[in-house]
């Protein structure tokens, strides 16, 4: 699968809660757009991708760039029969949406993107890949080509721990009281998990230090999360 572009510019990373309330209003709003049963995952990363964009055009050309966001998927739950669920490594693919215009870039159709974009996922390759294939696909050495390499393109990825159960391993010393995410190198990456109460969600953002700057001063994103 393709890896998060490292890069060398000046990158700051924060973490933004969104708590059960907040979470719930966030996927009304989906809902009242027409859009069905949005998961947490969905708006939550519908509406960062939405603000981060945002955040980039003001800063560069004050223009809306062609931008891909790509959406890590756990297969284990996604390929029929299903793997087990404590089979043994990263067990994981990917999807991709690309918008281009500013009627793409609302927050409705986003999330109805990327709803149907897991769907036509699970379709294509859940339901049509026996186990073999599977492992054949994860280890596929053009796996790049499926990534969006054009430099006139911004490229954000997202990948969720949410739904994982990580707040209940315990090796022996007693469960996790809080569960964070590794710092990277690389921009444009959003790592989703759980808050230990299990209702509500944790965004980690790593941006450019002059996007974030407008990224955690959004209005529309601060309606539904707080910045910690």
Request: include cysteine.
């Amino acid at each position: 699968m393709p890896q998060a572009l490292p890069d060398k510019g000046n990158l700051i990373r924060k973490r933004f809660i969104f708590d059960s309330i907040k979470l719930d209003k966030l996927k009304a709003k989906a809902t009242r757009s027409g859009v069905g049963n949005p998961t947490g995952v969905e708006v939550v990363a519908a509406l960062i991708y939405r603000c981060a964009v945002a955040a980039e055009s003001k800063v560069t050309s004050g223009f809306l760039k062609p931008s891909t966001f790509t959406q890590v998927v756990n297969l284990r739950k996604r390929i029929i029969p299903r793997l087990p669920e404590k089979s043994f490594g990263n067990m994981t693919w990917f999807y991709a949406i690309q918008t281009a215009e500013e009627s793409g870039m609302e927050f409705p159709a986003l999330v109805g993107q990327l709803k149907a974009g897991l769907a036509d996922f699970c379709d294509s390759v859940g339901k049509n890949l026996t186990r073999q294939e599977l492992i054949q696909l994860l280890f596929r050495k053009d796996a790049k080509a499926h990534f969006n390499d054009d430099q006139h393109v911004n490229k954000y990825i997202c990948t969720s721990w949410c739904r994982s159960s990580l707040y209940e391993v315990n090796f022996g010393w007693g469960k996790p009281i809080w569960l964070g995410h590794a710092g990277s190198g690389s921009k444009n990456l959003i790592c989703l998990n759980d808050t230990r109460e299990g209702d509500g969600i944790e965004a980690f953002v790593t941006l450019e230090q002059q996007e974030m700057a407008l990224f955690e001063r959004d209005e529309e994103l601060l309606q539904f999360c707080y910045l910690h």
